[in-house]
């Protein structure tokens, strides 16, 4: 007998059990989704800024090597969280090698084909499920994009009765939201306890758990982390759940582990995760500021002159990437450096 699919496992899941944690469905949904596919690029579910323009990698690799020279070049290695098909890592490396960077790169990723495809970008490269394999031996260059969006949240939604939890239920496999009996009052932040009716306040704790986590190692080796990603600094109401598919919005409860579940990132909550294990936090800054301070123009005008012929797709590749109403202005960028390290280029 034929593995049931996930929809027909967290529906019998749910009948046998009662509705189950947002968190849980966004978890088992993009599990399955990331583990059986290639979502990116023209023919998958969405497209990430590195997949736009080789600059995007060139520059986060020059400003990790900028902050690794100016704390006295120690030993030290890549990590980077969910690095998609590799293009980042293997633009930054680039970059960081003319600047006389070569660091042991280590990925965290679970998905078969997406190792795949990060190996014929970066053979060298160590894979790992988690930061517990990365060896403790110096300090950590860490990058994340479009990485913590994918982690599980949960939402709290106001009613008359209090701050309850959303659940989802399942009517056959029609999955729907649904809100449970417990009550959430004690953790809810005083300036949100008066929200109105109807109010929704999202919290992500794996991303914490993570944060905290990463930030032991950088306090204990060294280093830095650039997060990038599309959210907000929080505390703050509103449901920002959602699907894409096919590089369109898509209901988020229908086809659980056929498309990209994301939420948008709680910047403040991460940065203070990362300060109460004693990094520093810088930002979070916008996207678009945050390149023009780190020379995407000088960049775009090199490029286009070693290929004339590219001018036109250099152009529309950094208005892409920092424009407001493009990636510029939703898009953030959040540097934590470990005690004693200098301060990062891009957030003055």
């Not at 660091?103 to 060298?124: G, K, M, N």
């Not at 403790?136 to 949960?154: K, M, Y």
């Not at 939402?155 to 959430?184: H, I, M, N, Y």
Request: with cysteine; net charge negative; aromatic share 8%.
């Amino acid at each position: 007998m034929s593995e049931p699919h996930l929809p027909e496992r967290l529906a019998r899941a749910i009948t046998l059990a009662g509705p189950i944690p947002l968190s849980q469905y966004m978890g088992a949904a993009n599990a399955h989704y990331y583990a059986t596919r290639d979502p990116l690029g023209e023919r998958g579910d969405f497209t990430t800024a590195p997949e736009v323009s080789q600059m995007f990698g060139e520059l986060i690799g020059l400003w990790l090597a900028d902050l690794w020279d100016r704390a006295g070049r120690p030993p030290a290695r890549y990590v980077e969280l969910g690095p998609g098909r590799g293009t980042l890592a293997q633009d930054a490396l680039r970059a960081m090698a003319k600047a006389g960077l070569a660091p042991p790169v280590h990925f965290i990723e679970t998905s078969p084909t997406l190792r795949a495809a990060q190996a014929e970008r970066v053979p060298d490269a160590e894979w790992h499920v988690d930061l517990v394999g990365v060896p403790d031996d110096g300090a950590l260059l860490v990058v994340a994009n479009e990485f913590f969006d994918a982690l599980p949240i949960r939402q709290l939604v106001k009613t008359a009765e209090g701050w309850r939890e959303r659940l989802v239920a399942c009517q056959d496999t029609l999955f729907l939201p649904v809100v449970g009996d417990r009550s959430f009052d004690s953790i809810i932040p005083p300036e949100l306890r008066d929200a109105p009716y109807g109010s929704i306040l999202e919290t992500s704790p794996a991303s914490v758990a993570l944060m905290r986590q990463l930030a032991k190692r950088l306090t204990a080796q060294g280093g830095a982390v650039l997060i990038a990603d599309y959210g907000y600094s929080g505390p703050a109401v509103g449901d920002t759940f959602q699907a894409v598919r096919g590089h369109r919005f898509a209901n988020p409860f229908e086809d659980p582990g056929e498309q990209d579940l994301t939420a948008h990132v709680d910047f403040a909550t991460l940065a203070e995760a990362a300060r109460a294990e004693e990094l520093i936090a810088h930002g979070p800054v916008e996207q678009g500021p945050f390149l023009e301070a780190l020379g995407i123009g000088p960049r775009a005008e090199a490029l286009v002159r070693s290929a004339p012929a590219r001018a036109e797709e250099v152009a529309e590749a950094r208005s892409r990437l920092t424009e407001a109403e493009q990636m510029g202005s939703l898009f953030k960028m959040l540097g934590l450096t470990a005690p004693g390290w200098p301060e990062p280029a891009g957030f003055a």
